[in-house]
């Protein structure tokens, strides 16, 4: 093996770490959203929805 081949493995190598430190840290800065929205979904999912705006009326008690 000679310097040729060694110098472009090692560029090899830390280009493929560098690709996997900067896709890690992106997934990492995203989880905060991704788990704000997995939450909002379950509690909406969980809480029954509002009657629309035309059914509240004529609800019992409401004002008419």
Do not use: I
Request: glycine share 6%.
């Amino acid at each position: 093996m000679d310097w040729n081949s060694v110098t472009l493995l090692a560029l090899a190598v830390f280009g493929f770490l560098g690709l996997c430190v900067m896709l890690a840290v992106s997934l990492l800065r995203q989880l905060p959203e991704l788990f704000e929205a997995w939450h909002k979904a379950r509690r909406s999912w969980r809480e029954p929805s509002e009657p629309p705006v035309s059914q509240r009326s004529a609800r019992p008690g409401g004002e008419d």
